[in-house]
């Protein structure tokens, strides 16, 4: 039997992460972890107590929030305290406040343990920011994915649209620059592409490709 690899899946919002991170665990019949769907269960937890703002109130009431993450017929299903959350913390308003939330050094402890616990026997595929860089700094196999800012824009506005909710994709390009920017200067583990993490540009690629990409890199690590 193979080894049960950890593979670190990091880039920006629309880069095409979870798309491609779903396949390859399902390819691999691995754990597909999803870490962005826990700061936003945070951040919807905040927005609906009016918690903004207030970054040790939320660190301390973080640390007894119940999230639970599984995987269920492709999809990501999150529960908060026993609420399943997993629609509507892919609200624009969510999407909107994410990034302050995902700033709080405290708030990254907690999730980052979790992660941790989660992922620590192997069999996952995990996405994120800070995967290969703080979570997992020894996984197996570390992919960066990006792609060009109108590209990325361009999906995000699609997946609104396909769920029903229409924001012209200029408006999704102004919140992914913001949230790129905070994301990636954030003094807490900022969003950056560690030097051992294989860089996939995601613009001009198929879905399949990025695939492809990615399980062979998987292949060469489970020789190692
Ligand atoms: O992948 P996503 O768009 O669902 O992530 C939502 C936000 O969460 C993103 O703007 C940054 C933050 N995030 C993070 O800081 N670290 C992670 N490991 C995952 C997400």
């Known amino acids: 039997m193979s080894k049960k690899l950890i593979i670190a899946i990091d880039g920006p919002a629309g880069s095409g992460k979870s798309t491609s991170a779903k396949l390859v665990a399902q390819k691999l019949k691995y754990l597909y972890i999803d870490t962005g769907a826990m700061y936003r269960a945070v951040t919807l937890f905040a927005l609906r107590n009016n918690l903004m703002g207030q970054n040790q109130l939320i660190s301390e009431l973080t640390k007894n929030l119940d999230i639970v993450l599984e995987f269920i017929d492709g999809e990501t299903k999150i529960t908060v305290n026993g609420e399943d959350v997993s629609n509507e913390i892919r609200s624009f308003e969510v999407n909107s406040n994410v990034s302050e939330i995902s700033a709080i050094a405290d708030v990254r402890k907690i999730l980052v343990k979790k992660q941790q616990e989660m992922g620590k026997n192997g069999g996952v595929v995990m996405e994120g ?13 570390k992919i960066f994915l990006t792609a060009g ?3 990325r824009a361009q999906r995000r506005a699609l997946e609104f649209s396909e769920k029903g909710t229409n924001i012209p994709v200029e408006k999704v390009k102004e919140n992914l620059k913001n949230r790129d ?3 990636s200067h954030r003094s807490s583990s900022p969003l950056t592409k560690s030097p ?13 490709q990025q695939v492809e990409l990615i399980i062979a890199e998987v292949k060469k690590a489970e020789t190692k």
């Not at 920011?129 to 196999?141: C, K, L, S, Y």
């Open 129 to 141: 920011r800070d995967i290969g860089t703080v979570v997992f700094p020894n996984a197996d196999v």
């Open 149 to 151: 800012i109108d590209e």
């Open 181 to 183: 920017f905070i994301d």
């Open 196 to 208: 051992d993490s294989i860089l996939v540009d995601t613009s001009n690629t198929t879905i399949d």
